[in-house]
């Protein structure tokens, strides 16, 4: 008994130590683990990465980019129910606990071990605020810190957090700060992500689907895993009828919404409306104001100039374009083989991946596995179910081939194309009562569109390419291609600038439309490098003598090299980098064929000088920029509604734009310009862009070998420019595959969308311009065809010396 008081009263003693230790080591730890915690003053002053949206001209939203995609919405937006929901689902004792709650800790502790293993957690809404906090400020989600540490920190400031804000300040951060899956945070970007809604539109049903999302948003995702969520659903019900917030009867109603079969997957908005325009707009302001401002911190509102009415249209006539540019180039071949022995079994498989055991339906592409083929027919399996694939619906089918386009190219039997075990990407057709498979395949050609409002200057549509999942090269600003003929505005605009040397002489001369031009076959020699050049017309014709106009009308290429020789190479070239090229181009006459490669979009701004009378076009991406404290850093002047209403206002605007556009050339030339490309629409080697009741003004262009096809051309509101190719610069279209044939279709196609509906507007007569009649052969004064001339130009009759002997165009001495 004496040896028991001894060891009592020793024990006693050391009680005090004990604590005092504990009280250390517990200080200690405090210590420890409040270092780097965030202070309550920025956490109250809440200002997490958010969304940067990038929105077309008419607010619809057309990219989004963030680190973490949320959508920071006000407490008094946040339904009550909602609340309710996460409060049933997460910590009924919000209200009651300080932070931390011992009963719940003790509740999913007994759970927990009845269990034998972790089934319900016990972490506090203010914890898991907490922890939110912590990850996106310390780091957690890269591993830093794990385990007891981590929640010992969590604990901390937790604490700290129901001391420094009120219930709903908490719940505001904590509703706005979750992780709910599908990359969103917050229940404003979950409620648009999953059901295309505002917060406040959500109904019980899908309200209690985003509550039971929290503890494991992957596991209970209702896109990847209905059935859990739904499961998980019924819970979070359940809990709000036990804690009084719904009734049965409500409860019954919300689970036959069936919310989680009305979820969407999350659309891609980059890449379903705007792509390369987004990615060339984001480029631009990472490199103005830094990454770390515009996508990491985010919650910047970028407004764009992008019609979203027209960049369907263009991206349409685009990808429609080069699918029948395709088919003339022919089949590419199957995607793959299988043994014959295999047929049936790769079907199914290739079909189980796609649709599950859901019956193959028309107007679906699908993965046939062709099971046998004869001259006329071919029979294909999608799935368990056999289809005919006809030779008269796949006469495009030849052998592809760069230079095969007459009809004996195409194929007679399909036993020359296919055969058992060929993997093709097929289409079902309903045709006479049966469903038919059509083949189908993604062009392997390129191509780029890009069109800009004359008027306000505004960038209204881009595509850089056929998809831009497939590639993120945009062709319209990136690639450099040699034009064509669709350079020569530029030589012939500087010869009726500048005027040239007459042939055969020193003096000086005044080209006019009128002038005439030589149109016989030449030879250069380049003595540098020994090449010797013979060029001639694209059908190998000559005439002797054209006048100008006519020479551009039919593109000839012999008289514009005489021209480009007359104005002289060194002032040609200085004139394209005057109108905006600003490749540095070699001095040689084959430049005026346009030999050397510029930038599409350069070449269009080329085009809008003529469209806007000589004025400088200005590159306009963007209206306004806000940043995400609400602060506009950019505003500029709106003409958004310039075709749709011509009010006092909107004509104020544009005049205003007018005054702040610098003139590059005169009205007059501009004028002229756009007369003889008009003339190139109505009659000459563009037929093919030509739009009743709208006037077009343009040029074809074509590269040697049909390597590229252009055409870039403008009506008196809109200016557009086609670029068709192979990314590989030496792989040819086809023969027959020119700007006219290939390229002025496209253009065309996305145009008369483009106007509809709209006043396409007339080409005024600036002054400084005259008129007379030309005979269009010889391009002598006299009845024929009304041209216009600048003022001062116009021709006069030729004396004897000049019709007797060589024709000299319009001399300063006559």
């Known amino acids: 008994m004496r040896l028991l008081g001894l060891a009592a009263r020793a024990l006693v003693a050391l009680v005090p130590a004990l604590a005092l230790g504990a009280a250390a080591f517990a ?72 932070g931390i709650d011992p009963k719940g800790i003790l509740r999913a502790a007994l759970v927990n071990l009845r269990a034998g293993k972790v089934r319900q957690g016990a972490s506090t809404i203010t914890q898991q605020l907490a922890k939110q906090m912590l990850v996106r400020r310390i780091g957690y989600a890269k591993g830093t810190e794990r385990g007891l540490g981590r929640k010992i920190r969590e604990a901390i400031l937790a604490r700290r957090l129901e001391y420094a804000l009120g219930k709903e300040e908490i719940l505001y951060l904590y509703l706005n700060e979750i992780y709910l899956g599908a990359g969103v945070y917050g229940v404003q970007a979950a409620a648009e992500s999953y059901f295309a809604k505002n917060v406040e539109d959500l109904t019980l049903g899908e309200m209690s689907l985003l509550a039971g ?85 985010g919650g910047w509102l970028i407004e764009t100039t992008i019609d979203v009415t027209r960049q369907r249209a263009a991206r349409r006539a685009l990808q429609e374009g080069l699918e029948r540019l395709d088919r003339r180039m022919g089949f590419w071949g199957p995607i793959g083989r299988v043994p014959e022995t295999q047929i049936e079994a790769a079907a199914g498989a290739y079909q189980r991946n796609k649709l599950g055991d859901k019956t193959p339906k028309r107007d679906q592409e699908h993965v046939a596995v062709v099971e046998s083929v004869s001259r006329r027919y071919a029979q294909v399996l999608v799935g368990t179910q056999r289809f005919p694939l006809l030779l008269k619906e796949h006469k495009w089918m030849r052998t592809a081939r760069a230079n095969a386009l007459s009809k004996s190219d195409y194929p007679n039997d399909l036993r020359a194309v296919l055969k058992a075990g060929d993997l093709l990407r097929v289409v079902l057709r309903h045709e006479k009562s049966a469903l038919r498979a059509r083949v189908v395949q993604d062009p392997m050609v390129e ?32 690639a450099c291609r040699q034009p064509g003929s ?187 310009m756009s007369y003889l490309l008009k003339q190139v629409v109505d009659r000459g080697t563009a037929t093919r862009a030509r739009i009743d009741g709208v006037p077009v003004a343009g040029k074809t262009g074509t590269t040697n070998n049909n390597y590229d096809a252009w055409f870039v051309g403008y009506t008196p509101r809109l200016v557009s420019g086609v670029w068709i190719g192979f990314d590989n610069s030496e792989r040819p279209l086809g023969r027959s595959e020119t700007g006219g044939r290939t390229a002025a279709p496209i253009w065309r196609a996305y145009t008369k969308s483009a106007v509809a509906d709209t006043d396409p507007g007339r080409f005024k007569v600036p002054s400084g311009v005259e008129f007379a009649e030309i005979n269009p052969r010889t391009g002598e004064p006299g009845p024929g065809t009304r041209v216009p001339f600048i003022a001062g130009t116009v021709p006069k009759a030729r004396s004897k010396t000049q019709k007797g002997g060589e024709m000299m165009g319009l001399s300063e001495e006559l």
Request: proline letters at 6%; a neutral charge; glycine letters at 6%.
């Open 486 to 672: 669709a350079f020569k505005p530029i030589i012939y605009s500087a010869a009726l600038q500048f005027g040239g040397r007459i042939r055969r002489g020193a003096a000086h001369e005044i080209i006019t439309p009128a002038t005439l031009l030589s149109d016989t076959p030449i030879v250069r020699h380049d003595f540098d490098t020994g090449v010797r050049w013979k060029p001639s017309n694209y059908d190998s014709s000559f005439s002797h003598d054209v006048p100008l106009r006519t020479a551009l009308i039919r593109s000839m290429n012999l008289p514009t090299i005489d021209l480009f020789e007359r104005v002289g190479g060194k002032q040609v070239v200085a004139w394209a980098k005057t109108l905006g090229i600003k490749q540095e181009l070699h001095v040689d006459a084959s430049v005026a064929l346009g030999s050397h490669c510029v930038i599409p979009w350069e070449l269009i701004q080329v085009y809008s000088l003529f469209a806007r009378q000589g004025r400088s076009p200005r590159s306009r991406f963007i209206t306004r920029i806000t940043d995400g404290s609400g602060t506009v850093l950019r505003d500029e002047a709106d003409y958004r509604d310039v075709w749709a209403s011509r009010s006092e206002r909107v004509d104020r605007l544009v005049r205003e734009l007018d005054n702040d556009s610098e003139p590059v050339i005169s009205p007059a030339l501009a004028y002229v």
């Open 447 to 478: 191509g780029a569109i890009v069109s800009q409002d004359i008027e306000t200057d505004y960038v209204v549509a881009m595509v850089g390419g056929y998809d831009f999942d497939r590639s993120q090269f945009n062709r319209a600003f990136q």
């Open 27 to 98: 200080l200690s730890l405090f210590q420890t683990y409040s270092e780097g915690l965030p202070e309550i003053a920025e956490v109250s002053a809440y200002d997490p990465p958010a969304i940067t949206r990038f929105v077309a001209a008419d607010g619809s939203i057309i990219g989004e980019f963030a680190e973490q995609r949320r959508i920071v919405v006000p407490y008094r937006r946040i339904p009550r129910r909602l609340i309710q929901a996460f409060l049933a689902a997460e910590d009924t004792a919000f209200f009651s606990h300080d």
């Open 213 to 297: 999302l929290p503890p494991a948003p992957s596991r209970f995702s209702p896109v990847k895993n209905p059935k859990a969520a739904r499961i998980k659903q019924a819970y979070v019900l359940r809990r709000m009828v036990e804690e009084g917030y719904i009734n049965a009867s409500e409860m019954k109603q919300a689970k036959a919404e069936e919310a989680e079969k009305h979820v969407r997957s999350k659309e891609n908005l980059f890449s379903d409306v705007a792509p390369y325009f987004t990615e060339h707009v984001r480029r631009d302001l990472v490199s103005e104001f830094g990454e770390e401002k515009v996508l990491k911190k």
